[in-house]
């Protein structure tokens, strides 16, 4: 009888071995497959660029004059406040009630912006706080 316990623990041992073997390159292959379709599924860097959409902002004087042109990138859906914008030069200012702007990404975005010019009141002040910074 021992002689046969040790030829089955032996096909035991033998069987035990093929079924882990098989499990592991089962799970191996789950793996492989699940990093495959995460691949395929991810945004390209085509898709993800296009979350940043180009916004037109324009300022202009009151005759309809253009002082300054730029394009900025924005988020899709993003709220643009006053402090996304460029800042003015001490001899000029802002004329209009601008609050807000949300993006909406569909070609036509642009913000409009009127200034005005000013008189700087104290011309030597101003140009030693250029100097100093």
């Known amino acids: 009888m021992k002689n046969s316990w040790k030829k089955n623990k032996n096909f ?5 071995a093929v079924v882990v073997s098989i499990s592991c390159l089962l799970d191996l292959w789950t793996v492989v497959y699940d990093h495959e379709q995460n691949l ?12 940043q959409v180009e916004v037109n902002v324009k300022y ?25 914008m460029s800042m003015l030069p001490d ?14 990404g569909d070609g036509n975005d642009e913000i409009i912006r009127n200034v005005a010019k000013t008189e700087v009141k104290d011309k030597e002040t101003q140009t030693k706080k250029a100097e100093r910074g």
């Open 60 to 84: 202009i004087f009151e005759d309809e004059k253009v002082y300054k042109k730029e394009k900025i990138k924005y988020e899709k859906g993003q709220l643009l406040d006053s402090g996304y």
């Open 91 to 104: 001899n000029m200012k802002f004329i209009d009630e601008f609050l807000f702007y949300e993006v909406k």
């Open 40 to 51: 395929t599924e991810a945004p390209t860097s085509d898709k993800a660029v296009q979350t």
């Open 12 to 16: 035991w041992t033998a069987a035990l």
